[in-house]
């Protein structure tokens, strides 16, 4: 019987998009609130991109923009993701999220 190799490290990413009516200091604040979910959870932040503020392909929730956010992760935990889903999904000034399982990357790619 051949023995199956699994991954106990997986990466993440997870691009997430807040309402445009927020101010700068709750956008920070819900970042921390992400931030401390994450590592909390067992996940370990990588990079933090800020793309800014951009425009909807179609209205959501009658926002035409959003500010968009995407963080690299790394964890041991399977269920990161759903969890995050969840977190995401209950946080009202959340409009959108994706969190995707991306092959591994080295650590010298992040270095750059």
């Given at each position: ?60 929730n009658r ?21 995050l889903d ?27």
């Amino acid at each position: 019987m051949a023995r199956r190799y699994y991954e106990t490290v997986r990466h993440y990413e997870s691009v997430v998009v807040f309402k445009p009516t927020l101010s700068e200091e709750e956008v920070q604040r819900r970042l921390q609130e992400v931030r401390e979910f994450i590592t909390k959870k067992g996940g370990q932040i990588l990079e933090e991109q800020d793309w800014g503020l951009k425009q909807l392909a179609y209205p959501i929730n009658r926002f035409q923009h959003g500010r968009y956010y995407l963080f690299l992760i790394r964890s041991e935990n399977p269920e990161l993701p759903n969890e995050l889903d969840f977190f995401y999904k209950i946080n009202d000034d959340v409009i959108r999220w994706l969190n995707i399982k991306v092959k591994r990357q080295t650590e010298k790619a992040h270095a750059q």
